[in-house]
Structure formats: structure tokens, C-alpha cells
């Protein structure tokens, strides 16, 4: 079965450092998201793209955070200067069709330090 | 507001009994919810889902059921294994922007053999 894959699983990084965080999503699928969950609290949606562009982020996504997808296949999140509280599992996930299921990848932990 | 934290509702159940998940959504506009299950350092799983024209739907030892009126879904799990110890997450797709998925805070089931 086809499946959304994340890498690296985990990443520690140096506060203000900037990391990319790497999805592969399920082939035939249109729509792509990045999600994060910090550590005991609920999934929270960051940011959708479809098309080429974000179509809605949440106010979480702010100018530090970009998405880009740069060939057929991979969707990557950028962090540019990651701060103590972006320490989280990173979520991406992708769907075909309109009301369809997204499919979400295992996740990236990220630990800032 | 949310609360936040690290305790979630936890259900346990005997092996081959059955499992009720209950949760409340919040946008009464909302017209289409999944059902997702998360182990332990993997991503959200996807279960069953359910539009909002339908009231119950079925699937493999799965039964999801919505009631609009008071905005409340369930997830029945028939002869719950050890295989289904997890946290279970509802969302429910916010039909605006590109369909950003809402979660609820999750509930943990434990299977006991």
C-alpha cells in the first residue's frame, strides 16, 4: 500500500539554526499538508498546498516557516531560525481527491537545543 | 480556550470486548470526519470516515457514528485485540481553504490481554 515517507526521523538542531524537514507524499496525490504535534497535545494543521502554493496556513506558519515543493516528488517544511518551542513531531501528510482521507507520514521529530 | 497537557482519557478494555470512543466537534459546518489511530512514535493512522450526510458507517470490526444535532461522533471497535492499544484521534475537515483537518484531543486505549 502506498504510504506518505518523512525523513529524517529525528533531527536535533541548535536554536536559530535552520532545518528542512523532508516528505515524500503518496504519488498520485494532489493536495499536500505539514501538521505538528508537541508532545502530549493534540495535532495541529500548519499549513495546506496545492497547485504549486499555499492554499491556507494556520497562525502558527509564520514567516519563519516555508513549504516548497522543488521536483515531482519531495514537500519540504523550512524552519529558518528555529526557536526552543518548535521542538515537536512534524506531521505531513497528503490526500487525492476532494473529501478523501489524508494520509499522514511516521513524522520528524525535532528537538531544539 | 483549549486545555492542554500531558494526561488524556483513557479507556481500558478487555481483550474481545467492545470499545466506544466518543467525541465532540466544534464547527457545526464541518461535513466530513475521520477517524485516525496513533501508536506509539508513529503518524495518524487512517480508520473510517464518515460525511455528513450519513449517521453511521461500517467497516472492518469499525463502526462510526455521527449525530449533527449535538455534534458528537463515536467509534465502536468490535472484539477489541491487542493491536488496537493506541490513541485515537476524531478530526473533522473544515470545508473552507483547502480542507484543513481539526483534531480532538485524543483518547487512549488499553487493551488488556
Known amino acids: 500500500e502506498p504510504e506518505v515517507t518523512q525523513t529524517p526521523s529525528h533531527q536535533v538542531t541548535q536554536m536559530g539554526q535552520e532545518v528542512i524537514l523532508r516528505c515524500v507524499p503518496i504519488s498520485n496525490h494532489l493536495y499536500f499538508y505539514w501538521y505538528r504535534q508537541i508532545l502530549g497535545q493534540k495535532v495541529e494543521f500548519l499549513v495546506s498546498f496545492y497547485n504549486n502554493e499555499i492554499s491556507e496556513k494556520s497562525e502558527i506558519f509564520d514567516d519563519q516557516f516555508s513549504v516548497e515543493r522543488p521536483d515531482g516528488s519531495n514537500f519540504t517544511l523550512k524552519i529558518r531560525s528555529t526557536k526552543l518551542e518548535d521542538s515537536a513531531m512534524y506531521f505531513c501528510a497528503s490526500r487525492g481527491r476532494e473529501n478523501q482521507p489524508q494520509h499522514f507520514g511516521d513524522g520528524t521529530r525535532l528537538s531544539i537545543l | 480556550g483549549e486545555s492542554v497537557g500531558l494526561h488524556l482519557p483513557t479507556l481500558s478494555v478487555q481483550e474481545g470486548d467492545n470499545s466506544i470512543i466518543n467525541c465532540a466537534y466544534s464547527?457545526?459546518?464541518?461535513?466530513?470526519f475521520i477517524w485516525y489511530k496513533q501508536e506509539s512514535g508513529k503518524g495518524p493512522q487512517f480508520i473510517i470516515d464518515?460525511?455528513?450526510?450519513?449517521d453511521k458507517r461500517q467497516g472492518q470490526r469499525v463502526t462510526v457514528l455521527l449525530n449533527k444535532t449535538v455534534k458528537h461522533l463515536s467509534l465502536q471497535i468490535a472484539a477489541t485485540q491487542p493491536g488496537d492499544s493506541a490513541v485515537y484521534f476524531c478530526a473533522e475537515n473544515l470545508h473552507y481553504g483547502n480542507n484543513r483537518l481539526a483534531f480532538g484531543k485524543g483518547n487512549q486505549v488499553v487493551v488488556i490481554p
Open positions: 464518515i460525511r455528513s450526510n450519513m
Open positions: 464547527n457545526s459546518a464541518s461535513d466530513y
